[in-house]
């Protein structure tokens, strides 16, 4: 696993224009490989046409592009709390180059508390919504909580052992294997193997909303589930396309048929779901079907409701 999956993660969202004002990467990437990474990343958020590409990453190398500000906590430099004020001023003056800017501050659980006391207040009292920020840490339980909070948390540890060890325990059980290749048919598998936490919620949303299904009456558990993933603008469309491919193989099970997937026997079983004619399969699939045009255009919370109302009335 390399570093063009972090970045083509973050040309995804770029391009979906879905990008987060702040990131916390976990990583144990030795010094000169993160700075190729920061390099890499800074340059895929501040290229412009008008700027030749290898002028852009000279000036990023140099420290010297004016809407990016980079910082970093270790023996020969202290980040403190004027530290912090000094680049919310200089973030405030007027770029001459693009309205686009971009901070990037290493060792982000070595700061000081007022140091980060300052950061929230930046992230607060953002100076404009063009505004990046990408915080590296070795490890985020060191991190102010309410920093971790107001992040979008990626772990990238590509040559740990652990990272390697994660990855064998997914394939390990079936159904995260399954889950897996179904992400990776609409290219997000490595995308979702960084960001573990979105990819474990999903699934587990997805059991919950299995068991509730037929009940009609959706548990506190499946609300706050739903509360969580909200977050993620492609969630609804990610569950709406796990959620269908696992009603065709409801569908070939019930044919006595070879199914398209190999969901996991048992799951056909939760909520009775098994119980279900090829019928009322059958017209589920044209309602996941509608709803999937519907989530192009409009938002998750919109969208699970039509969802849940589609259920209701069933």
Not at 97 to 115: C, T
Request: with cysteine; hydrophobic share 40%; net charge neutral.
């Amino acid at each position: 696993m390399s570093n063009n999956y972090l970045l083509e993660y973050f040309r995804m969202l770029m391009r979906d224009q879905k990008l987060s004002h702040l990131y916390l990467i976990e990583t144990n990437l030795n010094a000169q490989t993160k700075k190729s990474l920061i390099v890499d990343l800074v340059y895929e958020f501040l290229q412009k046409d008008n700027i030749k590409s290898d002028v852009l990453k000279k000036m990023i190398i140099e420290n010297s592009y004016p809407n990016f500000y980079y910082l970093r906590d270790d023996k020969n430099f202290s980040v403190g709390k004027e530290q912090i004020l000094e680049m919310y001023n200089y973030f405030t003056q007027t770029s001459l180059i693009q309205k686009k800017k971009i901070y990037v501050i290493e060792s982000i659980e070595k700061v000081s508390y007022n140091a980060a006391n300052s950061l929230l207040y930046f992230l607060e009292n953002p100076i404009n919504e063009n505004i990046l920020g990408i915080l590296f840490t070795e490890d985020r339980n060191l991190v102010l909580p309410t920093i971790v909070s107001r992040s979008q948390f990626l772990c990238w540890n590509p040559y740990s052992q652990n990272s390697f060890s994660n990855v064998l325990d997914l394939q390990k059980d079936i159904l995260d294997k399954i889950l897996l290749n179904l992400l990776k048919e609409i290219n997000k598998q490595e995308i979702y193997l960084l960001n573990k936490n979105y990819f474990f919620n999903l699934k587990k949303f997805f059991l919950i909303f299995l068991e509730n299904f037929q009940t009609k009456s959706f548990s506190n558990q499946l609300l706050y589930e739903t509360f969580n993933l909200m977050i993620y603008e492609y969630f609804f469309s990610d569950f709406l396309f796990i959620l269908s491919n696992f009603f065709i193989d409801l569908l070939f099970y019930q044919k006595n048929q070879k199914p398209r997937y190999n969901f996991p026997k048992y799951l056909f079983q939760i909520g009775n779901l098994i119980s279900l004619s090829e019928i009322e399969i059958i017209n589920w699939l044209r309602i996941f079907n509608d709803l999937e045009s519907i989530s192009l255009k409009m938002e998750n919370k919109f969208c699970w409701l039509a969802l849940i109302l589609e259920i209701k009335k069933k």
